[in-house]
């Protein structure tokens, strides 16, 4: 059994005791009457400052009983306050967070969103395409090893990388594309509005890296040329020319369906917008974490059970005092001879006007 559950059964046996001990009082009677007042000489009788004082005594005890149960979810509240409380600073500092990146978000799409050319769900097609590339190039590299002695999983990721590097040597078609649509958008800086100005390198790009881009077209063209010569030979040993050729042309047309894919799916206002959306993802599942964190919901748990505990001692002992109290009249009416039946019309009655008389009497 609890320790609480053990209190309040004491609490109620006690009530349930003098009870019996008030049944069980009686006073002197000096004559009989019939409908007799209460003698307006009469104070306050001893009965009455002891059940008064017995009434006090449960709300002082249901009180200390509620706060010996509410006191390890005190200790445990009080034992988070220091990580509730950086969890907060955290939590509102996550919030602003939030808020700056949808604020973005949305000033991005307003600007942004017109200039936009690649259509929903492109994206998603060019991971399936581009992945489905290297795969197939991977395994017309890996049968063959195989098949010429090579350890299975050692050929494997050689083919991988090999089905790798064909499809990465089209990735230059993103920078292509890029090219193409900065010169579309280009602008002079002093047209920009206020709003155009955050997002200046999509409207003021200069031709100043197409060297750059033509020395990576280059490195690409020649990746594709040796992926091409080494499936060819490799093909070409075990099957013979003719199957050396086809694979070899494979891979070669693997390579440049991979630019070509890379150029259709490039949209590098499309790629900032999804970068911004992306932040703001990370943004609120970071913050409702926070806002779930353990030692705030704990803190809270155990604050709200504590101040319940509180409240539900200090209804019980408003209770148990009031049941003391008509113990204190219970007295009084198993003794009409000395106290009378009641009180003279206009007299303070019931119960709080008794706690009050015998507060006047002290």
Not at 1 to 23: F, G
Not at 139 to 167: E, M, T, Y
Not at 265 to 273: C, F, G, I, Q, T
Request: contains cysteine; glycine residues 8%; aromatic residues 6%.
């Amino acid at each position: 059994m609890k320790p609480s559950t053990t209190r309040t059964s004491t609490l109620m046996q006690s009530v349930d005791t003098w009870t019996d001990e008030a049944d069980q009082i009686t006073l002197p009677r000096l004559n009989n009457v019939g409908a007799q007042t209460r003698p307006t000489q009469l104070g306050a009788t001893y009965a009455e400052i002891e059940y008064a004082a017995l009434a006090d005594e449960q709300e002082a005890a249901w009180a200390a009983s509620g706060e010996d149960s509410a006191r390890p979810y005190v200790e445990s509240a009080a034992a988070l306050e220091a990580p509730a409380a950086a969890t907060t600073f955290v939590l509102v500092e996550a919030g602003k967070e939030v808020v700056a990146a949808q604020v973005d978000r949305q000033h991005a799409i307003q600007v942004l969103a017109p200039y936009v050319r690649r259509e929903p769900g492109a994206k998603l097609r060019y991971w399936i395409a581009w992945i489905t590339l290297v795969l197939g190039d991977t395994g017309g590299v890996w049968s063959a090893a195989v098949v010429n002695g090579d350890v299975p999983i050692i050929a494997f990721f050689q083919a991988l990388a090999s089905g790798v590097a064909a499809a990465c040597s089209g990735l230059v078609g993103a920078e292509l594309k890029d090219m193409r649509m900065a010169q579309a958008r280009r602008r002079d800086p002093g047209s920009l509005s206020e709003d155009e100005r955050r997002y200046q390198r999509f409207f003021t790009a200069s031709t100043g890296g197409t060297s750059i881009v033509k020395l990576i077209g280059a490195l690409s063209l020649v990746v594709v040329a040796l992926v091409a010569v080494g499936i060819f030979a490799l093909r070409a040993a075990i099957e013979g020319s003719i199957s050396g050729l086809t694979f070899g042309l494979l891979a070669a047309a693997t390579a440049l369906a991979s630019g070509l894919l890379a150029y259709s799916a490039a949209d590098d206002v499309a790629d900032l917008l999804s970068s911004m959306e992306k932040r703001v993802t990370i943004a609120e599942k970071r913050y409702l974490a926070l806002a779930s964190h353990k030692a705030l919901s704990d803190k809270a748990a155990h604050e709200v059970t504590a101040k319940s505990i509180h409240i539900e001692a200090q209804l019980r002992g408003d209770a148990a005092a009031k049941r003391v109290e008509s113990l204190g009249w219970r007295v009084q009416r198993n003794n009409p001879g000395v106290l009378g039946h009641g009180f003279a019309p206009g007299e303070s009655h019931g119960a709080i006007g008794w706690r009050a008389r015998l507060g006047d009497a002290r």
